[in-house]
C-alpha cells in the first residue's frame, strides 16, 4: 500500500504531524500546510487521496476541493475532510431544523386528520393494532405481553393503517402463549 500517495492539508501543525506519523507507514505521506500549498502539489503530482481540513486562513477545505473539481485531470481524486464537531452542526443545523419543520408539520397534519400512534409497550398483544416480528423470555412480564416496539403503529378511528412492529414475551415453560385456546402468538 505504499504505493498509494496521500495528500493531508492541515493547517494545524500538530495535527498534520499526528496524521503524517500515522499515515507514513501505511501509505506514500505528503504534507501541505495550507489550501495553495496543497493545489500546487495537487497539480503538480496528483494523490491518490487529499484528506484536508474544512477550515484554514485563505484557501480553505471546501475551496481547495471545488478547485480539484474544476479541473479535468484532478476531478475524480477522492477527497476526505477533517472538521471539528462545530463546524459540521454549524453547517447541518440548517438542515436539521427543515426537516424538523417538515416532520412538524406532516405530525400536526396527520393529528388534524384523526391519526394517532398505536399505543403498543405493556400492551396485551393485539394481532389489529400489533404485528409480532420477536419473541422474547420476560419473568417479569405475563405472555403475549408487547415488551418492546421497533416501528410505531398508527390508526385512523377504528381502522389500522399500519400495525406496530413490535417483541412479544413467550409463555412461560409449560403453558402455551395463548392459553390453550388457539389464540395469541405461537411458541418457536
Known amino acids: 500500500m505504499k ?3 496521500v495528500l493531508i492539508v492541515d493547517d494545524n501543525a500538530l495535527i498534520l504531524d499526528l ?3 500515522g499515515l507514513m507507514p501505511h501509505c506514500d505521506a ?4 495550507d489550501g495553495a500549498d496543497a493545489l500546487l502539489k495537487i497539480v503538480d503530482d496528483p494523490p491518490d487521496l487529499v484528506v484536508c481540513d474544512y477550515r484554514m486562513p485563505g484557501l480553505d477545505g471546501r475551496q481547495l476541493y471545488e478547485k480539484i473539481r474544476g479541473r479535468q485531470q484532478t476531478q475524480s481524486i477522492p477527497f476526505i475532510f ?5 463546524d459540521i452542526e454549524e453547517k447541518l443545523r440548517p438542515i436539521v431544523e427543515g426537516v424538523e419543520m417538515v416532520l ?4 400536526d397534519f396527520l393529528r388534524a386528520a384523526g391519526v394517532t400512534p398505536v399505543n403498543a409497550v405493556g400492551q396485551t398483544f393485539n394481532p389489529q393494532l400489533h404485528e409480532a416480528v420477536d419473541q422474547v423470555h ?7 405481553t408487547v415488551v418492546s416496539e421497533f416501528h410505531r ?20 415453560s409449560g403453558t402455551s402463549a395463548g392459553g390453550g385456546d388457539g389464540g395469541g402468538i405461537e411458541n418457536r
Open 30 to 33: 505528503r504534507a501541505a500546510a
Open 19 to 21: 496524521l503524517m506519523r
Open 104 to 107: 412538524r408539520s406532516l405530525l
Open 82 to 86: 477533517l472538521a471539528s464537531r462545530s
Open 138 to 144: 420476560s419473568p417479569l412480564h405475563p405472555p403475549n
Open 153 to 172: 403503529g398508527y390508526v385512523i378511528g377504528e381502522r389500522t393503517l399500519r400495525p406496530a412492529r413490535v417483541a412479544v414475551t413467550k409463555a412461560h
Open 3 to 5: 504505493d498509494v500517495k
